[in-house]
């Protein structure tokens, strides 16, 4: 059995749909009304260590979603308890959804991940790290009064969309030879100007918004932090990952 811890969420419920006819599937969620339909539901609430404990016991295989709690300190918290209580039931192996730079840095946003990656490490369990890059779904450019605009001076975005990242997830859960393994997952390189181009439109750079997580991530851009390219979801998928470039293709062909 397979257990999906925060199944109500866009991930989990992605994962669920991709796993529904390869395996049995429990999806594990806070609340049971928000539950994803055709597969058994648990109710599992990362503040409720207990609950952990009884959604997890029987697990051969468990996958971890990350809290969506922005406070690190809470949601270091709510994953180590996860892991805690999948110790405690001996689940048979667990994956964990961490994010991009997680083993080499530990402040910010990767300082939860950090954590949780190391308790997975000292749990003993089998394991494996899909640490993942910013959704692509955030990010698809959107044309307004005939032209697109960012503030990332061209640079490359390595993002991904929640519907690869899901099958990846599916494939660790359901194959052979991922445990002990560390992933690091990026979508194919692509920039605003770049999509702007394919959509025949304008692409005009403009100052940052008032600070905020998305004047934040900008910044990273300019600076090349999302430029680090791996095969690593390519060769999971066993298929090249879905482009930005595409996606807005058809969107523009759906408008």
């Given at each position: 059995m397979i257990a999906i811890s925060a199944a109500s969420g866009a991930l989990g419920r992605l994962v669920v749909s991709a796993l529904r006819?390869?395996?049995?599937?429990?999806?594990?969620?806070?609340?049971?009304?928000?539950?994803p339909e055709g597969v058994p539901v648990r109710r599992g609430d990362y503040d409720d260590p207990a609950s952990l404990r009884e959604a997890f016991?029987?697990?051969?295989?468990?996958?971890?979603?990350?809290?969506?709690?922005?406070?690190?300190?809470?949601?270091?918290?709510?994953?180590l308890a996860a892991v805690d209580a999948a110790e405690d039931v001996g689940v048979g192996a667990i994956v964990f959804t961490s994010f991009l730079g997680a083993d080499t840095v530990a402040t910010g946003m990767t300082e939860a991940y950090h954590a949780t990656e190391q308790a997975i490490l000292d749990s003993g369990l089998p394991y494996t790290l899909?640490?993942?890059?910013?959704?692509s779904d955030a990010f698809v450019p959107q044309i307004s009064g005939g032209e697109?605009?960012?503030?990332?001076?061209?640079?490359?975005?390595?993002?991904a969309f929640r519907s690869d990242l899901a099958e990846a997830a599916a494939n660790v859960l359901t194959g052979d030879g991922h445990w002990g393994q560390a992933?690091?997952?990026?979508?194919?390189?692509?920039?605003?100007?770049?999509?702007?181009?394919?959509?025949?439109?304008?692409y005009r750079e403009v100052q940052d918004a008032d600070p905020g997580p998305m004047?934040?991530?900008s910044a990273q851009v300019r600076a090349g932090a999302l430029e680090r390219q791996t095969p690593d979801l390519e060769r999971v998928l066993g298929r090249p990952a879905r482009t930005v470039i595409s996606h807005a293709l058809e969107q523009s062909q759906v408008l």
């Open positions: 006819t390869r395996a049995e599937v429990v999806a594990v969620v806070r609340d049971p009304e928000r539950a016991d029987g697990a051969a295989r468990l996958l971890l979603i990350s809290s969506p709690e922005l406070d690190s300190a809470r949601r270091i918290k709510q994953h899909l640490r993942h890059p910013f959704y697109i605009t960012s503030s990332t001076q061209g640079r490359g975005l390595n993002t992933y690091d997952f990026t979508g194919p390189l692509w920039s605003y100007p770049e999509v702007a181009a394919a959509l025949e439109v304008t004047s934040w991530i």
